[in-house]
């Protein structure tokens, strides 16, 4: 069970630096640090926007729309966090306490 969680704890690890680096790079986009007509940069913009639209699309029916601004990256941050900080290792002193090693 232990290890269940390690590696759920390491793949939210990952997808909060996938999500990071998408957020980092849509900027560096938005004020032409870089282009899209990089073939090895849009390759990059398009892996990491398959990979975060499922996470995003749920969230994004639910809250409201305001406008340019797009808050879901940071609503599924939040989520990782709690998941990561709050949940997993509560699972975890639990499932110990219980005295199953």
């Known amino acids: 069970m232990i290890t269940i969680l390690q590696?759920?704890?390491?793949?939210?690890d990952i997808v909060w630096w996938i999500i990071v680096v998408q957020a980092v790079m849509s900027w560096l986009i938005a004020f032409?640090?870089?282009n899209t007509y990089?073939?090895?940069?849009?390759?990059?913009?398009?892996?990491?926007?398959?990979?975060?639209?499922p996470l995003y699309r749920p969230i994004?029916?639910?809250?409201?729309?305001?406008?340019?601004?797009d808050l879901s990256p940071l609503?599924?941050?939040l989520v990782i966090g709690i998941l990561s900080r709050i949940v997993i290792p509560n699972i975890?002193?639990?499932y110990?306490?219980?005295g199953a090693l």
């Open 60 to 69: 994004r029916r639910i809250m409201p729309d305001f406008g340019a601004l």
């Open 75 to 77: 609503v599924v941050l």
């Open 38 to 53: 990089n073939d090895t940069v849009r390759a990059i913009w398009v892996a990491l926007q398959r990979m975060t639209e």
């Open 32 to 34: 032409n640090v870089i």
């Open 96 to 98: 110990l306490s219980q």
């Open 7 to 12: 590696i759920l704890q390491l793949i939210l």
């Open 92 to 94: 975890a002193s639990w």
